[in-house]
T-cell receptor, first 116, second 117 residues
């Protein structure tokens, strides 16, 4: 069965410092991996995805994520955090290849709090 | 601008009542989805539709029903059989779902918050 784990309910970081939001996954076969951000009372916004190729993926708003197959991880990173990055972040996975149904499995979310 | 419109933003349900949440998209996407969001649980898939006049149950379909009569529209009905309907409901769409194909990021509406009176 596919699953996603975001081990931290909340991450606190000072503005200007680097940030990491962790994600590990479990899927049979090769994964598609996604990060989304949600601001209060809004829908999810797509940040970035990994399909294949370079393990370091760059996305919107200066975010990037590193795919690590051996550790089954896809951590979200940003070199210098902004107060406006404070939001709820979701990691998601689906399986590609035969049997791909397009369905995403989401982690439970991590709240990022960036303090001035 | 293209996007997904969900209405209403807030909805209240009386006991024994069915309520319908609207979702409309003008992105010309084939696939549409309904998710339920509860605090600390992430998003759970209720129903999805790959094409007009076809839809599939997701992980928590009990107590919900959908229709897909038009490509642009995918309304969700929360029936009286759903005993715990209080949640934030999100509609999403993607270009398509093709077995073996590249997944497209799902675009989301701004949600409907449903509460019980």
């Amino acid at each position: 069965a596919q699953s996603v784990a975001q081990p931290e309910d909340q991450v606190n970081v000072a503005e200007g410092n680097p940030l990491t939001v962790k994600c590990t996954y479990s899927v049979s076969g090769n994964p598609y991996l996604f990060w989304y951000v949600q601001y209060p009372n809004r829908g999810l916004q797509f940040l970035l995805k990994y399909i294949t190729g370079d393990n370091l993926v760059k996305g919107s708003y200066g975010f990037e994520a590193e795919f690590n197959k051996s550790q089954t991880s896809f951590h979200l990173k940003k070199p210098s955090a902004l107060v406006s990055d404070s939001a709820l972040y979701f990691c998601a996975v689906s399986r590609h290849g035969s049997g791909n149904t397009g369905k995403l499995i989401f982690g439970q979310g991590t709240t990022l709090q960036v303090k001035p | 601008d293209g996007g997904i419109t969900q209405s209403p933003k807030y909805l209240f349900r009386k006991e024994g009542q069915n309520v319908t949440l609207s979702c409309e998209q003008n992105l010309n996407h084939d696939a549409m989805y309904w998710y339920r969001q509860d605090p600390g649980q992430g998003l759970r898939l209720i129903y999805y539709s790959q094409i007009v006049n076809d839809f599939q149950k997701g992980d928590i379909a009990e107590g919900y029903s959908v229709s897909r009569e038009k490509k642009e529209s995918f309304p969700l009905t929360v029936t009286s059989a759903q005993k715990n309907p209080t949640a934030f409901y999100l509609c999403a769409s993607s270009i398509d779902i093709r077995p073996g194909g590249d997944n497209q990021p799902q675009h989301f509406g701004d949600g409907t918050r449903l509460s019980i009176l």
